[in-house]
Nanobody, 123 residues
Framework: QLVESAGGLVQAGGSLRLSCAAS????????MSWYRQCPGKQREWVAA???????NYADSVKGRFAISRDNAKNTVYLQMNSLKPEDTAVYSC???????????????????WGQGTQVTVSS
């Protein structure tokens, strides 16, 4: 089970950190990923983090967002800086067991999903 923290409303240029807590006792063997979706649009991959610490980012967020994990807390984070109105979306975390270097971006590669949390960036 994956549970995201509450999102929120933030002004453009601001920052927000999302967290996603997992209930699995083998969290450290999972690759974690963040996705986002706007109404009427396809789900968009944002960032991924392998079980071994390899990170992967969508071009649209590279340099602004950072994904990290705390295996002791079974939690993955998404630090979002320099937010833009176009970052407004429902953000969801996803998990899948993977080798230490795998940080996939395809949604169908992930079997476990959180419920999603709304992030709104005002201009």
């Amino acid at each position: 089970q994956l549970v995201e923290s509450a999102g929120g409303l933030v002004q453009a240029g601001g920052s927000l950190r999302l967290s996603c807590a997992a209930s699995s006792s083998t969290f450290n063997s999972y690759a974690m990923s963040w996705y986002r979706q706007c109404p009427g649009k396809q789900r968009e991959w944002v960032a991924a983090l392998s079980s071994g610490g390899v990170t992967n980012y969508a071009d649209s967020v590279k340099g602004r967002f950072a994904i990290s994990r705390d295996n002791a807390k079974n939690t993955v984070y998404l630090q979002m800086n320099s937010l833009k109105p176009e970052d407004t979306a429902v953000y969801s975390c996803a998990a899948e067991v993977g080798i230490s270097s795998w940080a996939g971006s395809c949604y169908y590669e992930y079997d476990y999903w959180g419920q999603g949390t709304q992030v709104t960036v005002s201009s």
